[in-house]
């Protein structure tokens, strides 16, 4: 599988893992261009059956990738519509999309994430921190919305309702000392930690059969799993995550 033609991110494979290194413009902002690019990234995944660990960080060392472009809010419907005619904005279709591949999905998180961003991470499988870098927030309430990204139910179901309420509504930088104790992130690292500790995660995962021959991945007992691979089992998590 080819991973070229991305205009805000480069991808390179290598021992069945692809790093995906973000590189937009001074912040990585999340416009029309990246969401592109992360669209067609899901769809070759979902047909590449080498690739079994995708890592995701950033070029910049201050940002893994900032909020949701707000230029592209001012072109959204104003209109209400009931729960029924509601459509999926494109920044929660992406995340929805990137969350299912088959892969197991890192984010290296050495800057900070912001509202989409943040949800973006959200939607990868696990997440690892710098210490005195990261920062997360969900800034959305403050310009008279919520979270569009899907970022609200995945924060709920990993941080319970009341914490999830904390970070929506205060709307305020959370470190990752803080982002580890309340479940945003699977661990926090000291900088000199993080690459050597991904590294050796995704190394492990990759040396795992994706699935057995060239079957589809589908929700299967514990058992099952254990003797089908990386892609079963994901999805056996994930389905019970949500």
């Known amino acids: 599988m080819k991973y070229e033609n991305f205009s805000t991110f480069d991808v390179k494979v290598e021992d069945a893992i692809a790093t995906v290194t973000f590189d937009f413009g001074t912040v990585n902002v999340q416009g029309q261009e990246m969401l592109a690019d992360l669209n067609s990234l899901a769809m070759r995944l979902e047909m590449d059956r080498e690739?079994?660990?995708?890592?995701?960080?950033?070029?910049?060392?201050?940002?893994?990738v900032c909020h949701y472009d707000t230029e592209l809010l001012q072109h959204l419907s104003t209109e209400e519509v009931s729960r029924d005619n509601a459509q999926l904005l494109d920044l929660q279709a992406v995340c929805e999309r990137i969350s299912k591949v088959p892969q197991?999905?890192?984010?290296?998180l050495e800057g900070f994430a912001r509202g989409g961003g943040h949800e973006l991470a959200l939607a990868l499988d696990m997440r690892f921190a710098v210490r005195g870098k990261f920062k997360f927030m969900q800034m959305e309430v403050g310009m008279g919305i919520l979270p569009c990204g899907g970022g609200a139910s995945r924060m709920a179901r990993q941080t319970g309702l009341g914490r999830a309420l904390e970070i929506i509504l205060s709307?305020?930088?959370?470190?990752?000392?803080?982002?580890?104790?309340?479940?945003?992130?699977?661990?926090?690292?000291?900088?000199?930690?993080?690459?050597?500790?991904?590294?050796?995660?995704a190394k492990r995962i990759a040396t795992f059969p994706l699935a057995?021959?060239?079957?589809?991945?589908?929700?299967?007992?514990?058992?099952?799993?254990?003797?089908?691979?990386?892609?079963?089992?994901?999805?056996?998590?994930?389905?019970t995550a949500s």
């Open 51 to 64: 690739v079994k660990v995708v890592v995701f960080e950033s070029a910049n060392p201050e940002v893994w």
């Open 104 to 108: 197991a999905t890192i984010a290296k």
């Open 171 to 201: 709307a305020r930088d959370f470190d990752a000392d803080e982002a580890e104790a309340y479940g945003t992130i699977n661990r926090a690292l000291d900088p000199e930690e993080i690459g050597p500790y991904v590294e050796t995660l």
């Open 212 to 239: 057995s021959g060239s079957e589809a991945p589908r929700p299967m007992t514990t058992r099952q799993v254990s003797v089908r691979g990386i892609a079963p089992c994901l999805v056996l998590a994930r389905s």
